[in-house]
């Protein structure tokens, strides 16, 4: 395989794990379709600027898109996901004593199923005391046939607005991560928000990682 191929392999296998389409990408990053394809199948060279282009579509550092964690290319299922109910998907629980508020996402989430979403985390935060929660959110368990999965665009655009609301409402900020790729896009979301000030991201490379129990007071405890 030479530099070609494996760099439109690198771009194929963050493109499905983000649940884009070729002409998803094209579309948000201005670039040709057909180019995509012809990238993405080796046959086209690829400039610096270009490759910045679909990192900042993909909400990836280009750092990131060099790295050694690799994915399968099967495209994720979110068509499938998003028929489950919510209830399986997102959750939430406040602990009034401790001012502090879990969340984990098991599975894609639509825009609309967003929007519901956000009311009600922000209807849990008014009652605790205002610039004191703790936060902690787990998105390990997002995943579609054992693969991480990642926000979509339409997300990130959402949890970017949540982000600022919660920041001057928030102590500190822990969000649990499914792999680099995602710790990465978190990272990107809280530098844009200003919520990077009181947030860490966490990812550790080990398969407990992902089925641990959450003991959410423990991710607190050290600060």
Known sequence: MNILEDFGLRLK?????????????AARSGLDRTYIGGVERG????????????????DIDIRYF??????????????RELERPLKERFFYRVDSER??????????????????????????C?????????????????????QPLV?????????????RWFLPRCEEVVVLCNSRFMQNQMNRLAKRSGIIAVQKSLFREDEEWLTAELDPISYFESR
């Not at 296998?13 to 990408?25: A, C, F």
């Not at 005391?129 to 390990?140: A, E, T, W």
């Open 13 to 25: 296998e963050l493109r499905l794990r983000s649940g884009m389409s070729q002409d998803m990408l």
């Open 99 to 124: 001012n502090l508020i879990t969340w984990q996402v098991v599975g894609a989430l639509s825009v609309d199923e967003i929007k519901g979403i956000v009311a009600e985390l922000k209807a849990a």
């Open 126 to 146: 008014r009652p605790l005391r205002l610039g004191k929660v703790k936060l902690l959110i787990d998105n390990r368990r997002m995943m579609s046939k054992g």
């Open 66 to 79: 060099f790295d050694q964690e690799r994915f399968s290319l099967n495209s994720a299922q979110l068509k």
């Open 151 to 163: 926000f979509q665009h339409e997300i990130t655009e959402r949890w970017e607005e949540l982000q």
């Open 43 to 58: 046959e086209r060279n690829i400039s610096l600027k270009n490759i910045e282009l679909l990192c900042n579509t993909l």
